[in-house]
């Protein structure tokens, strides 16, 4: 188990997204083959929040589980480098989601993903994402990797 923060480079090392897409911040622990306990700061100052909505803002949900979809793949990253780097993670599936409580301006996003099952390339994850000790969301998402060039066909 790593209980050594990781940093923002690693993390780039690790996913093809950049700003304003990619979603993690921190790698706060990591499990190789079980779990993964990742950060996203959540600014004011990033882009979705001047629409969703511009007197209430609330980091929209599809965005929370993209961050939890990132944890993910890095969980996958970390558990089987060799096969994961250079790769590109697909979603494949978003299942049992469930969201708890808004997550605003100022929070910070605590992402807790767990593997759940491995088959070749597909993988299977269950996590949450919590404010201040509470879960914002929760979710299984499947995930596929795939060679960067096959990606086009």
């Not at 499990?31 to 209430?56: C, M, T, Y």
């Not at 609330?58 to 558990?79: F, H, K, N, R």
């Amino acid at each position: 188990m790593s209980t050594d923060p990781i940093s923002l480079q690693e993390i780039m090392s690790f996913l093809p997204h950049r700003y304003p897409f990619l979603l993690i911040d921190r790698i706060v622990e990591v499990e190789q083959g079980k779990r993964i306990l990742a950060i996203k700061n959540v600014s004011f100052n990033e882009p979705h929040f001047q629409g969703h909505f511009p007197d209430h803002p609330v980091m929209p949900g599809v965005l929370i589980l993209e961050a939890m979809a990132q944890a993910g793949a890095l969980l996958a990253g970390y558990t089987d480098p060799d096969s994961v780097r250079g790769q590109l993670v697909y979603f494949m599936a978003i299942d049992k989601a469930r969201f708890r409580k808004p997550v605003l301006p100022g929070h910070q996003l605590n992402i807790e993903m767990t593997l759940l099952k491995r088959r070749r390339e597909v993988w299977r994850f269950g996590g949450k994402a919590m404010v201040d000790g509470e879960v914002a969301c929760e979710a299984e998402v499947m995930a596929m990797t795939r060679k960067r060039e096959e990606s086009h066909e």
